[in-house]
């Protein structure tokens, strides 16, 4: 390899080609040398991993590097989440935190996402600086590690169980005594990833009646993606309709991402949970200040936030900068349309248990599904419909999307642009208050075409067009 990049959420290969235990060493020597350089060091690191193959073994392989450059090493104890991880890096004033995993991705991809001291994912500047650090060690600089054994007796490595404190600090968020008396019924799918016994626990624990499918580390993940969506959810959705379940939830790989079913079998899309969750929050939380939303989320969290007197603040694709704001106490709420979201007070880091959980309490207080919710909203706020089509990269599309973002349209869909947004991607504002994105994707060969509108046929003629701009056959 000539280089190693970070994209939207670290850094992430197909395990046995570029993910290999020489290429891993050489990341964690470069992150080993940014904490020195950094003077965190001795502060010492946390080192997880999702369900994936070979997980352990890779935690114990970037141990020996992180203890032959003097920092000492908690691992976790089995499969773990990263927002999980991010609690402890926050709460035990660590230097960082490591996750071997390549969140939603299927089974033969791995990674390492890479969490800073301040407990939000790595931002450009940290991986552009451990960037420059690899390069040299990718052409034979020395790379360190100490053997496992050493390390042990050393003393620079022990074991770690993250989950019963992150629990604990969950019901200062989350509204225990509200799930209890709301009496639901909850069917969880962790997908065969790290959230098992923890969003399942944790709701069993404040009173839900919970049933768990796919409770058991797979590193197949099943067969499919562990990403939850429509798609992959079908044995959620037909258990919650089966079991008259109030309520459906699951997670990804890592514990980042949320999927919502409704009491009906309906899979929820999260452009849709997020203002509603958000109205929800506001209403009974008295919150005030400000909400963060990424450039490829929907509009209708700024009409929550308008509507309710909160400012919002729109950011590039990746939790990392909604992160940053949460840290900075900037906003009290941030959600991305890719499932990831965080409140004041938790990590600012995306999590899928925290956002089960808040839902759960949402529906068990208010008695009403996710789509009466979302109804209830709509006639307060306003209709909104949006989607996202994700398209196989190839020449002709990277030859397109550059020639859209060097010159974009006037004029789309019959309609005015009244305003050209380059924040990440190309966004077309138009005068009919409708928009339309397109991006390629941070962490998979993909472009991401984002539609917004107030009518479902205006929706198919913005899609249509987007088509129409990137030249593609069939239209």
């Known amino acids: 390899m000539d280089s190693i990049k970070f994209g939207t959420s670290g850094w992430r290969a197909i395990v046995a080609e570029d993910f290999t235990v020489r290429n891993i060493r050489i990341v964690c020597q470069g992150i080993a040398q940014y904490l020195r350089q950094q003077k965190l060091g001795q502060q010492g690191i946390l080192i997880g991993y999702d369900a994936r193959f070979l997980g352990e073994h890779f935690a114990k392989v970037a141990a020996e590097v992180m203890a032959a450059h003097g920092i000492p090493c908690l691992i976790c104890d089995r499969d773990t989440p990263t927002p999980a991880i991010s609690y402890h890096v926050v709460s035990r004033k660590l230097s960082g935190g490591m996750n071997f995993s390549a969140s939603h991705n299927s089974h033969e991809w791995n990674g390492i996402k890479f969490t800073p001291d301040w ?231 995306a999590d899928g248990i925290l956002a089960g959980a808040l839902v759960a309490e949402m529906v068990a207080f208010t008695g009403q599904t996710i789509q009466e919710l979302l109804n209830d909203l709509f006639a307060r706020v306003g209709v909104v419909f949006t989607t996202r089509q994700d398209l196989p990269l190839n020449e002709h599309l990277r030859t397109q999307v550059k020639q859209v973002l060097e010159h974009p349209p006037s004029e789309f869909a019959g309609t005015e642009v009244i305003h050209v947004n380059k924040l990440d991607g190309c966004k077309l504002i138009l005068a009919d208050g409708s928009w339309y994105l397109i991006r390629l994707s941070g962490t998979e060969s993909l472009v991401r075409c984002y539609g917004e509108t107030k009518n479902p046929e205006r929706l198919d003629v913005l899609m249509n067009a987007g088509k129409d701009l990137l030249h593609l056959p069939g239209r």
């Open 119 to 349: 407990g939000g994912p790595a931002l450009p500047e940290t991986t552009k600086a451990i960037e420059l650090r690899i390069l040299p060690l990718l052409h034979g600089e020395h790379i360190k590690w100490l053997p496992w054994e050493r390390a042990a007796h050393d003393g620079m490595v022990r074991h770690f169980d993250p989950q019963p404190e992150y629990l604990k600090a969950l019901e200062s968020l989350v509204d225990r005594d509200r799930i209890r008396n709301g009496r639901i019924r909850v069917i969880f799918d962790p997908l065969f990833g790290t959230s098992r016994q923890y969003l399942d626990e944790f709701l069993r624990q404040a009173g839900a009646k919970m049933a768990v499918l796919h409770h058991w580390r797979d590193p197949y993940f099943g067969g499919f993606r562990p990403e939850p969506t429509d798609e992959t959810l079908q044995d959620l959705k037909e258990t919650v309709r089966r079991e008259g379940a109030h309520l459906g939830l699951a997670t990804d790989g890592d514990g980042g991402r949320f999927g919502i079913v409704d009491a009906d079998g309906t899979f929820i899309q999260a452009n849709y949970i997020l203002p509603v969750l958000l109205d929800y929050l506001i209403r009974s939380r008295q919150w005030t200040g400000g909400v963060a939303r990424s450039v490829a989320t929907t509009h209708l969290i700024d009409a929550v936030a308008t509507h309710h007197g909160l400012t919002v603040h729109e950011t590039p694709v990746g939790f990392k900068y909604i992160g940053e704001l949460l840290a900075r106490r900037e906003v009290v709420f941030g959600g991305e349309e890719s499932a990831g979201m965080s409140i004041q007070g938790h990590v600012p880091e």
